[in-house]
């Protein structure tokens, strides 16, 4: 399995800034994805991080809140903007099993205060 | 819109029981993943379902795929203090997207 790191790997910010997260896989995968964890409940997906075109969201998540990137096949980055209490979550990339391997490997998450 | 129903919500268990927890669907799933979550962590990996009826081993842990391809239940043999966490089903839909379940809280009984 994909060997995952998150930075940071936690943070408290003041409401109004903005916060990148980083996601660093230790192999090329084709898909990326980021997901949410609110406090005390489950997993929701945000966004697919695709190579070289533009993040596919899902319902309820937008790019000018949650802007990605995705510059190469080891890399990602999440911006939570103009943040709001709201916003406190943990925060988590995974990616794709490998080739023909549907399954996928989570990071160690950020855990995002905002105050 | 779908719906995915993870039960139960907590349960307490006492070292050596076996815990068992499913997770039912309104829609159909080819690919069915269970994860456990510890704290401060993220959700590792347990055991992966591909096709409907499938029984899977992993350990101590044993998961079945519905032959509905509508569900999906794991068992969790002789318990032990470590098997304590959050347990989530996740099955798999086109384009890869994970839909996870609400979660089972393992907890120790006092």
């Known amino acids: 399995s994909a060997v995952i790191s998150q930075k940071p790997s936690r943070d408290i910010c003041q409401r109004g800034t903005s916060l990148t997260i980083q996601c660093q896989v230790d192999s090329q995968v084709t898909m990326m994805f980021w997901y949410r964890q609110q406090p005390g409940q489950s997993l929701t997906l945000i966004a697919t991080a695709n190579q070289g075109s533009e993040a596919t969201y899902e319902s309820g998540f937008v790019i000018d809140k949650f802007p990605i990137s995705r510059p190469n096949l080891t890399f990602s980055t999440l911006t939570v903007s103009n943040m709001s209490p709201e916003d406190s979550s943990i925060y988590l990339c995974s990616v794709e099993g490998g080739e023909g391997v549907d399954t996928q490997y989570f990071g160690p998450g950020t855990r995002l205060t905002v105050l | 819109g779908q719906q995915l129903n993870q039960s139960p919500q907590s349960m307490f268990i006492q070292e050596g029981e076996d815990v068992s927890m499913n997770c039912t669907s309104s829609?159909?799933?080819?690919?069915w993943l269970w994860y456990k979550q510890d704290p401060g962590e993220g959700p590792v990996l347990l055991i992966a379902?591909?096709?409907?009826?499938e029984l899977t081993s992993n350990g101590r842990l044993t998961a079945q795929f519905g032959i509905t391809r509508k569900d999906s239940f794991l068992n969790i043999s002789a318990s032990i203090p470590s098997d304590v966490g959050i347990y989530f089903c996740a099955p798999q839909a086109a384009g890869n997207k994970l839909t996870f379940g609400g979660g089972t809280r393992v907890l120790v009984k006092p």
């Open positions: 379902l591909y096709k409907a009826g």
């Open positions: 829609s159909i799933f080819n690919t």
